[in-house]
């Protein structure tokens, strides 16, 4: 699966476009393996409990979707993680 990311994940990943490999299930569980692949992401994404953090903007193929919904490994998946300041 072919992810992107945006801000404070980038220095997580070393880059904007990363490749993880994901055999396909939910929006959740891409974003899983996206951070067992680079572990340092986790702290952006999850709160204490391991819920998605609220504010992060998660989209597939170009369109906003839910932790929930359905992924296909195919699929590109862009994760806009909570930001911070005013």
Known sequence: MDVTVYGP???ATGG???SVDFG???VRDAVDAFVDAYPRAER???DAD???VPSVRLSVD???TD???PCPADASLAVHPAMRGG
């Open 24 to 26: 396909g299930g939910t």
């Open 67 to 69: 932790p929930d919904e």
């Open 44 to 46: 952006h994404l999850f």
């Open 62 to 64: 170009g369109t906003a």
């Open 16 to 18: 904007k476009r990363v």
């Open 9 to 11: 994940l980038r220095s």
């Open 50 to 52: 391991g819920r998605i």
